[in-house]
C-alpha cells in the first residue's frame, strides 16, 4: 500500500489541460526536492517526465511541467493529446533520502 | 546510448528464490550512479524493490528487506536481484533501472516477467 496518493483516473478533451496531484507527508514529498513524475503506456516501462518537482528530461515536451506546494506535488499536462493517455506515477524520496516512494497511478484518458 | 536489459528464470516454484540479472550496456556501472530494481504487479502499480550504488551502499524497501538481496559486478556490467521465499504475490514485471538521484529513475530496462506459480 502506497504512502502516497494520487486520483485513479482523470480524463480531459483534447487541447484540455488536466492536473493529477500526488499527496504524501512530511516524511516524503513535504521534505523533498526529489519529486518526479512517470508515464506508462501499456505494456511498456515507464518514461521519467519530470524530476525535481519541475525539471524535464531532454526531449521532453514542454506541456508537461510540475510544482508542489506542502505535501502535494503536481503534475499538469497541457495541450492534451491522444497519446497522452496513459498512467501516470508520482516517486518522491523519502525518510533522509533511503526510500524511494511510488504513488498508486492515475489513468489517463483523453475523451 | 546507455540501455538496461533484464533477464529471468519466468517461472519460480512457491518458496523458492529468484534471481534477475541486469546488463548495463553504453556506459561503466561504477560512474556514480546507484542502480535499482522495481516492479510491478499485474494491472498494478509500481513498487520499489532496492537501489544500491557500485561500491555497496544499499537501501531497501522496508518491507521486502528481509528477502531481498542486490549485487552489483562491476567488470560483467551487471546487476542481480535476489528474493527468495517468494509467494503468488511477488508475480510480478520487474524493472531494473538507473538511479541518477534519489527518485529519479532515467533510465529502464523493458522488463522480465516472474510468475510464481
Known amino acids: 500500500q502506497s504512502a502516497l496518493t494520487q486520483p485513479a483516473s482523470v480524463s480531459g478533451s483534447p487541447g484540455q489541460s488536466i492536473t493529477i496531484s500526488c499527496t504524501g507527508s512530511?516524511?516524503?514529498?513535504?521534505?523533498?526536492?526529489?519529486v518526479s513524475w512517470y508515464q506508462q503506456h501499456p505494456a511498456t516501462a515507464p518514461k521519467l517526465i519530470l524530476y525535481d518537482v519541475n525539471k524535464r528530461p531532454s526531449g521532453i515536451s514542454d506541456r508537461f511541467s510540475g510544482s508542489k506546494s506542502a505535501n502535494t506535488a503536481s503534475l499538469t499536462i497541457s495541450g492534451l493529446q491522444a497519446g497522452d493517455e496513459a498512467h501516470y506515477y508520482c516517486c518522491s524520496s523519502a525518510t533522509g533520502n533511503t526510500r524511494n516512494l511510488f504513488g498508486p497511478g492515475t489513468e489517463v484518458t483523453v475523451v | 546510448q546507455v540501455q538496461l536489459q533484464e533477464s529471468g528464470p519466468g517461472l519460480v516454484k512457491p518458496s523458492e528464490t529468484v534471481s534477475l540479472t541486469c546488463t548495463v550496456s553504453?556506459?561503466?556501472?561504477?560512474?556514480?550512479?546507484?542502480w535499482g530494481w522495481i516492479r510491478q504487479p499485474p494491472g498494478m502499480g509500481l513498487e520499489w524493490i532496492v537501489s544500491m550504488h557500485y561500491t555497496g551502499f544499499a537501501y531497501y524497501n522496508p518491507s521486502l528487506r528481509s528477502r531481498v538481496t542486490m549485487s552489483i559486478d562491476t567488470p560483467t556490467r551487471q546487476f542481480f536481484l535476489n528474493l527468495t521465499a517468494v509467494t503468488a504475490a511477488d508475480t510480478a514485471v520487474y524493472f531494473c533501472?538507473?538511479?541518477?538521484?534519489?527518485?529519479?529513475?532515467?533510465?529502464w530496462g523493458q522488463g522480465s516477467q516472474v510468475i510464481v506459480s
Open positions: 533501472a538507473r538511479q541518477w538521484e534519489p527518485g529519479r529513475f532515467d533510465i
Open positions: 553504453g556506459q561503466l556501472i561504477n560512474e556514480g550512479y546507484f
Open positions: 512530511s516524511s516524503d514529498v513535504g521534505n523533498s526536492d526529489s
